[in-house]
């Protein structure tokens, strides 16, 4: 075991990676030199020389394009886009091209691409540095779509999404880089596509992701003061989402809230509510109660707290649960 934050344990993570598979390089704005805007990738140039981890233009469509290439000639980028904003000059790329490529080909060619992506909000920053667009790529077939919350998942994880035959979304909570914890680099985390139960509990449920697992564990927490026993789902893969490890909380709570940063309208919450109302509907005490950001652009720094959701407002959530 060692402690790390969370940045640190996905530099191990992609270091590890480039030691055990030649094959593997990295690409990205800014991520040879400057080490990457937040130093994830620092060192890594100077160990691993420019063929491996290459500085491109400022040009999102053509890190993913010149991506997609190498992997069909076999070989396992790992693209970074800077900021989560900043990935829509190559949404096309992802969402026409990579995401289709085994299907196209009909599984004679696999796309084995993991574009890293920084994202939420919680920094003090502004439009563009601050989104969490996830929804829109699980809408997209053929990607899959893993985010870590802590350091052990986020050394174990990015290894798992690099070793994946499939194009894999990696989606990494900015606020919490520098979150510290344990890494045990010998004994692997469980599979990246899996949700994890956090926190026991027998009266209701909470459900998230990213960088909102430190909050609905600290509303959790806060709720054993009235007496409520709340458990708590670390989903970690957003698509495919591991629904039999949700149904199965559910039906032993009765009661779901589901949290994200990104607004609720359309978003990942959605896709969970109406699933459990479909396989656990019986075992529902009260609806599916959705806590997100409002429907807006993200807001500027000075009111962002009044934007992302905190314990407060899951504590809210849960006294509307129970008032059913």
């Known amino acids: 075991m060692t402690t790390m934050t969370l940045a640190k344990a996905l530099s191990a993570g992609l270091r590890r990676v480039l030691d055990e598979n030649p094959k593997s390089l990295l690409i990205g704005e800014d991520i040879g030199r400057l080490g990457g805007v937040y130093r994830v990738t620092e060192g890594l140039m100077a160990d691993f020389g420019t063929e491996r981890v290459v500085d491109s233009p400022l040009a999102e469509s053509g890190i993913i394009g010149t991506s997609i290439g190498m992997s069909l000639r076999g070989y396992a980028p790992i693209a970074e886009i800077q900021f989560d904003g900043f990935v829509f000059p190559g949404f ?20 084995p691409v993991v574009v890293r992506i920084p994202y939420g909000g919680g920094i003090g920053s502004i439009e563009h540095h601050s989104e969490s667009p996830e929804a829109l790529f699980a809408h997209t077939p053929g990607l899959r779509i893993i985010t870590p919350s802590n350091p052990n998942d986020a050394y174990w994880m990015i290894q798992q999404a690099a070793a994946c035959q499939d194009p894999v979304i990696f989606f990494e909570p900015k606020r919490r880089y520098w979150l510290k914890g344990e890494v045990d680099t010998e004994t692997s985390a469980p599979d990246a596509f899996s949700a994890q139960v956090i926190r026991e509990g027998s009266d209701a449920t909470i459900v998230t992701y990213g960088p909102l697992v430190p909050v609905a564990l600290a509303a959790a927490e806060a709720a054993t003061e009235d007496g409520r026993s709340i458990e708590v789902i670390d989903l970690r893969s957003i698509s495919p989402i591991d629904f039999d490890t949700v149904i199965a909380s559910v039906q032993k709570t009765g009661r779901l809230i589901v949290t994200h940063e990104a607004p609720t309208f359309g978003g990942i919450g959605g896709e969970i509510a109406a699933r459990v109302s ?29 934007y992302l959701p905190d314990i407060d407002k899951l504590l809210d959530a849960l006294d509307r649960s129970f008032e059913y």
Do not use: D
Request: charged share 25%; no cysteine.
């Open 278 to 306: 479909e396989r656990a509907f019986l075992s529902l005490e009260a609806p599916v109660i959705r806590v997100g950001g409002f429907h807006m652009p993200y807001p500027v720094a000075k009111v962002e707290e009044q």
């Open 92 to 111: 096309n790329q992802i969402t026409t091209q990579l995401a289709k490529m085994r299907a196209r080909s009909e599984g004679r060619f696999g796309a």
